[in-house]
């Protein structure tokens, strides 16, 4: 299983990003998906989550009502649209993909940048 991440960029505080994550193989569809976020020197955090057939979502209390996650099978991606950016959302995206108990992958990372 591969993960891939892409669509982080610079963009000024209140602006918006896409971010895309797009995972191998043919076991999307049945694949749980979380969005994780790192700055240097602080630990990963949690930000939004996603079950296999996108029926139940959680986000983290401070990304709520700003981003949403989302996802398309049919094309094994899973999007976090992230608006109404703030400098504290600044870090480097990771995507998780949660195959089963003993099975889960981590993408690269891309690089978000709020300014203020």
């Known amino acids: 299983v591969k993960v891939e991440e892409s669509g982080g960029g610079l963009v000024q505080a209140g602006g918006s990003l896409r971010l895309s994550c797009v995972v191998s193989?043919?076991?999307?569809?049945?694949?749980?998906i979380a969005w994780y976020r790192q700055v240097p020197g602080k630990e990963r955090e949690w930000v939004a989550a996603i079950g296999w057939d996108g029926s139940i979502i959680h986000y983290a209390d401070s990304v709520k009502g700003r981003f949403t996650i989302s996802r398309d099978n049919g094309k094994n991606t899973v999007y976090l649209q992230m608006n109404n950016l703030e400098p504290e959302d600044t870090g480097v995206y990771y995507c998780?993909?949660?195959?089963?108990?003993?099975?889960?992958?981590w993408g690269q990372g891309t690089l978000v940048a709020v300014t203020s």
């Open positions: 998780n993909a949660w195959i089963r108990p003993d099975l889960d992958a």
């Open positions: 193989g043919n076991t999307f569809r049945t694949t749980s």
